[in-house]
Structure formats: structure tokens, C-alpha cells
């Protein structure tokens, strides 16, 4: 069955960096829509940022533009998430998460549909 399996992520001080993995198997469609996710205490799912593994488009909410990057290695069907300059207000668990868009479908324009999710990380920015 579809796994997505989570790595990275622990403390970090304000200003610091991070990097969290997420490996996905037990599937063969191509073209697919990875994203992150994050939910902080007491706040809703948030989508964080995406990557096409059919185009290379991506997708970064506005709180996080310039100081994320999403990156993929389609060899090994995974997506890293390269975390800068964090603040207190990145501190979240943050989820991976799959969606297939086919050849025609929309890549990374919604953070909208995804069907399956890894088990979700632990991010805390915090001096």
C-alpha cells in the first residue's frame, strides 16, 4: 500500500535550519502532487509548500516564501524541505502528504485533494 515515511525535524533556535525527508512507495502512477503540511497547537492544517514530480512546478504558502525550498529526487520518489531562517511561529508537526495529478491535471496549484499522508514530524523553533 501507498506509505509515505517522515524524517527530519527535532529543535531548532530562532534563525536556525532544518530538513525533512519524505519517502513515498508502495505505488506506480506517475505524475504526482507531494506536499507539506503543518498544524500548530490549536490552529488549522496548513499547506506549506508542493512539488510536481511531472513538471517540477512548486507551491509555497506566502509564510514561508524565501525562506523554504522544496526540492525532489523522482529516482527515489522523494521530497525534502528545506527549512530557513525558522521562527517561533514555524513551530508545528508537519505532515507530508500525496496526490496524483495524471498527465493533464493541475500541478501544485491548490493545496486541495491529497489522499494519503506520512505520520507527521515535530518542528518546535524556540530559544
Known amino acids: 500500500q501507498v506509505q509515505l515515511v517522515q524524517s527530519g525535524g527535532g529543535l531548532v533556535q530562532p534563525g536556525g535550519s532544518l530538513r525533512l525527508s519524505c519517502a513515498a512507495s508502495?505505488?506506480?502512477?506517475?505524475?504526482?502532487?507531494i506536499g507539506w503540511f503543518r498544524q500548530a497547537p490549536g490552529k488549522e492544517r496548513e499547506g506549506v509548500s508542493c512539488i510536481s514530480s511531472r513538471d517540477g512546478n512548486t507551491l509555497h504558502a506566502d509564510s514561508v516564501k524565501g525562506r523554504f525550498t522544496i526540492s525532489g529526487d523522482n529516482s527515489k520518489n522523494t521530497v525534502y524541505l528545506q527549512m530557513n531562517s525558522l521562527e517561533p511561529e514555524d513551530t508545528a508537526v508537519y505532515y507530508c502528504?500525496?496526490?496524483?495529478?495524471?498527465?493533464?491535471?493541475?500541478?501544485?496549484?491548490?493545496?486541495?485533494?491529497?489522499?494519503?499522508w506520512g505520520q507527521g514530524t515535530q518542528v518546535t523553533v524556540s530559544s
Open positions: 508502495g505505488f506506480t502512477l506517475d505524475y504526482y502532487d
Open positions: 502528504a500525496i496526490k496524483w495529478v495524471g498527465r493533464f491535471g493541475d500541478t501544485c496549484r491548490t493545496f486541495r485533494g491529497y489522499a494519503f
